[in-house]
């Protein structure tokens, strides 16, 4: 079986790995209060082009979701999210479990415009009982998003002007960060997102890491006290050495942009063969995952023989078919996938 | 100003005031453990027809829905509701609070189908990734609904094989229960509702009362320790012996049935009027809400000497209007309006 | 039965009932907007010789600690209460219910003083594994406590400047505030609290009033949008005309602490008999509640015609008995109360 | 520096180090649904000797306890632990956080009795008032405990008749568990555990593997939707095969016992040799952990060289010194450290 299925099928990047072996029977202090840990953030600082932002290396993405997003709410406040956002969806409620709902907006895409943020505020602060509904307190995006599309600059100073003026917080879910950095037509990097971010994080889990997400805290105001906010969360790790290891290879020799931009060659050649086999292209995704609308016959013959997801019928005959790529994928692979492709169509 | 605006503009009926004046002086123990509390209680069986419920009085109705539905779930579970039910628009986010996902459905008129609710479970229980999603553990609807809207037996009896077959329980808001049971072509009453739900609740706020739901749990999985969870959501309310009065005198006498028929006698009258004068209804309710487009213009001249709700704007020139009867409405008040309301026409 | 058991076993002072019925079918928009409200609120400000506080009636006390306290804390503090206080035994947790831990600190009369709370902080905040620890945010006092016993000012004003040390809230629990401040050597008073407190209330239920405890908010910080805390957690009122009838009718005429004197005179008059009787004090209460070492032949024998609370065994032949004298308390049955008591010893 | 200051100062044990290495391009499905976290549950299952449990491995303790805990309790409801409990003192609250009361019970040695929660419970449902009060729903143990003491068979079996007689959940924390199986007097074993508990989980962080705790389910009633609980709580590992490669390495070829004798070994030669040296015991540890009364002098210079915690004061010259040993601990540094001891005294 040759998978396709998500992101995270393989386990890291060999120099993490040597790291790993190299370093298994040094002694350090827990709870990332380590040296590889320190190292590690200020490699991210100085790739963020700012001493003064915090950097928290947490395990994964929904626990980081859930502990960024309730250190920044006030009890009755919500975020804002797109419908299809991964907050919105596939958290099993871990956001609602911390007390707070999730205001959705819909979206074809899975991005959000500064525009639609603006019209639900001003509905919220005009609405003759405001104070019976949740207060938006700030906004969530992810980039990429769900459905493989990215933010540009333009796009997120808009939403940061509509967040100045409502007082929201802006945080920027970067789970598969560097994929999107590695797109064709591309205009974020990590200065720009610690400019006009409150908060965001780095993947590392899909991009290479055996674990762990970058948290960047830009505001001031969310400082304060974040490592107790970890622990409670059940987020504080005792060998956070480990995490420190994994951002430590991965900002260092421009290992995180090649790895992505692998995945991102990896992703266009997939693409491109797919479609000249015929298959329609469901979602434009300029990163790692390929969104197509599949015949369920077809589905089934490539299912054999490779893993791919499900995201939901389109019609009686077709659903959408996700194939992932990643920092692992080998173009042998890719290249068997579209030979038996090209049998099918 | 005369007041359309909601159902709870003025006090009590008189017969609750005298009993309150009547046993002002006398001792009783709190929490409801006294004996008003104790013969309201056995009222409320007898109308329901049944023995076997336990029934609780609060004091309002977000009160009564964060506890009943956070008694109900699993903390990974959420409840099902139409987008526009109170508990996922005007309770602050309540349910969120107590950490559970409020799932919405779309709908028109209020109210949700056994189809839809059927669907939603199907997805969810089939989708491969389902245990990253909020689980369905409960069905809310409101009847009458908040668009004044109301479910007949039918409708409840297919909601609630749909809540047997995926293990859901079933839980009706009675805010306004009674100005449904007036209303024209219902066939609901308290037995059929102890029959067919888990939990419901018949509202006295909105209903003659000063204060008061009576929450009644016909499901034995959920009658254990129930005072615990009120306590704990601040609902225990030391003066019980009041929220008794209450329903000893609604109980009695059939006057929550008399008050229903007069506010829903109201409401025709005024709706009759209003349509008559020219206006549209928005929508269709039996009850004791009525909701017309409002041309700004004439919701100006209107508001200087009415209150009633703004509900959304329609366009550029209208907005919903919303008039309520109540219990308490004076027929001369009715008039008045319409006299004016002929005036603009 | 002659109740002696709480202070809420009679309804309300003759005058908040008149009002109740002259007022009752007047109409008034609903959740403390209305006029009533806004004059108790205005008398209340009044008594606290500030404009600048904002005040919020809220139903119970449960509701008001769990609201006040879930505004204050962010999600990893606790709060600081005496092992008595009410918020750490007779909520149901409800404390915890909202995320916070209470932290208990031992007392033998109910208090606590500045250096337990100094002492508790500092070693908080020097011990290595401080992250690990819930961080103290707020001090909860009540005066009188759960024991009877009350503050003075230099106690509070220490307790103060511990809280601007360490930078936390300070609350005080005002359930019977009045019976404290006609308690013999009392130096509180209300412009005191407010000067003192970032937040107190004064309670109503206890004091003569149905329902009813004003939440008094002198810290700016905890100002902005406590409404919206208040409806999410269930504590909004309907009606809440009545709410201000209770506060207005309280704070006219000296009526709060014309009932105060009463129930505390009554309290003294029994303390006096019972002592002169034989009955040993368990505590040293100035004010309305008053506690006995009871024999257990006694008890039995007095409990047939006289309601009082058993608040735990002493020894194998005593437990404490509390008795409590209200606004409401009738001289006749402390008068008979003595009589009887008498005969035992 | 050599560091006795923890038990996870080093990474994991040559053996997973070898297996993650070479399984690391390997495509595995995420989230724990992998042959490997399928094998690692059979050799957990084998050694309890039942095939009927759960088994759930999640990353670390405190995320294991909250979400254990969080999934045993209803909602009014709170977990007795003895007051130096992981969960009462070190957890940040995260029992609170998920809205339970933490229910203490003082200890000299980290151990709780049958008795000492018999009285508890006892107390709880004779109380008048009852309602008012948290309910008992669970017991938390550790063995070891915080202070390194262990649970012998008869004190569980105990225990658990006082938990089945007031319905209550019975749960050991084990983040050290091999280091009691390994301890001299020890009667324990994961047959007798997976048969007396409903919940329990075995340690791995502290053990030997990178991270992982392995969460063994016996209880039917808890093992319905489990996963939705850890996906809620931000505790569904990605490439959840890793934790499978820990506990698979660790129940092979007896490792995880072979590593906790040798720790307990460390541990004996260390006390011994302090001991000799003049330095007295603070606590009777027959674990990995070993407690001193440490002159502050000596602290000083030890300090200098070793890692060590300091567990508070004495008296004014002596503070509690705790070295740990570890699956990891060199003998030449106890030897190190025994030498530079032997200088001081």
Redesign the interface.
Known sequence: ???F??D?????H?NI?KR??D????????YSEDDLSAHAKELIKKACGRDDVDVHIL?????TN??VI??CL???Q?VISCETGHIA??????I???????LTIPSGDGKITAEQIKKYCHTHFTD??F?????PGMVYISSPTELGTTYCRKEIEEIRKVCDEYNLYLYLDGARLGYGFASKGNDLDLPFLASVCDVFYIGG??QGA??GEACVICNDALKK?F???I?????????G??LGIMFEELFSNDLYMELSRHAIAMAEKLAAGMEAAGFKKYAESPTNQQFFCMPDKYGEILAEKY?F??EGRIDDEHFIARFCTSW?TKEENVDALLEDVKKLA
């Open positions: 079986m040759i998978m299925n998500c995270y099928n393989e386990g890291c060999p790995l790993l072996v370093s298994n029977m040094d002694q350090h202090p827990g395990v994964g993405g929904t626990q859930m502990t309730s250190a006030r009890t009755y919500g969806r596939h958290e099993t409620g871990a609602e479990a911390h007390g707070h709902k999730v003759e009982s104070e019976h509904v949740v207060q889990t899909k055996l674990m006290d490592r107790y906010i622990k409670q969360n059940g987020g504080m790790f005792a060998k050495r480990l893993g997801s499900n692992a």
